[in-house]
Every structure is written in structure tokens, then in C-alpha cells.
């Protein structure tokens, strides 16, 4: 990146976290969204990018809550706060994108595009997500998906033509295309992106007890008894006549 990229980015960041570590944890989504609609014009981009970052830095479990607002207060920065968002905390992804769906459902596309750019393995829950909030938006998601992910474009094409004009919906869509090699190298590629650092590896827990009576293995030498031969049943072990 270029020195004077770098720099103009800091001229913007400053400012930002300067206001909002003032401010309670409560108002922060608020007033990241009041930050960005101030920006200039030409700077509208770049602020809202140093405006998530300083706000998600400060109190990441509001990231959603962020994302929602300044997608609701500014709908062309929908996407660009939600991928930003989630590339600082991808183990919220899903409701990052549907705080931001939800706040702007006629971009939900380019929501759905903007977060797959940065977590593409990601596709499949974060488009299934976005349609859960947006149901309608599902020729605008699975495009946002083979923009940023050119690699399923092919796939997801065909899935649409062997369809001859309906209309599925995007998680059949996906759940066939989910079937190609290019599918799975894109999973296998970013199979841990969504996994916080310092997450533990997940384990095995240990079984409970199972219902029902403890089994308890039957000693000694099994006996046959044939009814109406007056025979009788040889005494469990350890029994001693009274």
C-alpha cells in the first residue's frame, strides 16, 4: 500500500476513535453511524471504513449493532461497513449480514458480494442468511456470490439454466453447487477463516450414562432347563443353603 494511502487513513482513524471512546458503549452504534453521514462525500468510504474499525476495536460484540446502523443511516455504505466488520470479527459474520440486510434489504446483493470478497468459504451460510432477511432479494444475492467468487459463477449459472426459467431458492441453489470441485476447494481453502484467533480446537466429550439398569455379566456355566422334566434351576453363585 502506498505511504500516502496509509497516511490519509490514519488522518481518518484518529478522529474517529478519538469521539468515539468518549462516548458510552450504549451510544457507539449510534454515533459511528452519525460519523459516517457527517463524511464528506469524497471521503465517505474511507471514513466509514476507519468508523467500523474504531468502533468494532472498542466493543467488538457490537459489531452487528454497528453494521445495522450505519447500514440504516447510510445505505451505499451497507457493504463496505459490513465487510470491514467482518473481516475484524468473522466469527460474527452471520449477524453482521443480517444486521445489515435487515437495515438495508434493497442491498442486500452487494452485502452479500462484500462480505464474501473477504471470508469466501463463507458463501453458502452468509448468502442463506442474507435470504432469510431479504426473501425476495435471492437473483441479487446468488450474483453478489459469483462477483465475488468467480469460481462458482459457472456452477451457479448452470444450477439457474437447469431450472428453464423458475426460480429457486438460494440454498437449493447453493446446496447443488455446494456439490462441484470448485465448491470445495474454496471451503477447503478457508476452512478455519470464521475461526477467531486463539480459539480452542474442538474436542470430544465423554458419553453420559445410558438409560436403564446397569448390565451386569451373568458367571458360571449356563444351564438348559426343559419344561415338564421336573428339572430345577441350578442356584445363582454364591448361594449357600439355609
Known amino acids: ?85 467482518a473481516a475484524l470479527v468473522p466469527n460474527q459474520v452471520l449477524a453482521i449480514a443480517c444486521a445489515a440486510a435487515a437495515a438495508c434489504p434493497t442491498n442486500a446483493g452487494a452485502i452479500v458480494e462484500a462480505i464474501c470478497r473477504v471470508l469466501p468459504a463463507d458463501y453458502k451460510a452468509v448468502a442463506e442468511a442474507v435470504a432469510g432477511v431479504v426473501p425476495g432479494a435471492g437473483k441479487e444475492i446468488l450474483a453478489g456470490i459469483a462477483a465475488a467468487v468467480p469460481q462458482l459463477r459457472d456452477a451457479i449459472d448452470q444450477t439457474l439454466a437447469s431450472y428453464q426459467g423458475g426460480i429457486p431458492s438460494v440454498s437449493t441453489v447453493l446446496s447443488q453447487v455446494e456439490q462441484t470441485s470448485a465448491a470445495s476447494a474454496i471451503i477447503a481453502a478457508g476452512a478455519t477463516a470464521t475461526l477467531p484467533p486463539g480459539s480452542p480446537a474442538p474436542v470430544s466429550l465423554p458419553r453420559g450414562p445410558s438409560g436403564g439398569a446397569p448390565f451386569v455379566p451373568i458367571t458360571g456355566t449356563p444351564t438348559t432347563i426343559t419344561p415338564g422334566t421336573g428339572g430345577s434351576a441350578p442356584p445363582p453363585p454364591g448361594y449357600s443353603a439355609p
Open 1 to 85: 500500500m502506498a505511504w500516502g494511502a496509509v497516511a490519509a487513513d490514519k488522518l481518518v482513524a484518529s478522529p474517529a476513535l478519538g469521539v468515539l471512546s468518549t462516548v458510552a458503549a450504549a451510544e457507539l452504534p449510534a454515533k459511528a453511524s452519525e460519523l459516517v453521514v457527517q463524511a464528506d462525500a469524497k471521503n465517505l468510504k474511507q471514513t466509514t471504513i476507519a468508523v467500523v474499525k474504531a468502533a468494532v476495536g472498542l466493543n467488538p460484540a457490537a459489531a452487528p449493532a454497528i453494521v445495522g446502523s450505519i447500514a440504516h443511516a447510510t445505505h451505499p455504505m451497507a457493504a463496505t461497513a459490513s465487510a470491514t466488520a
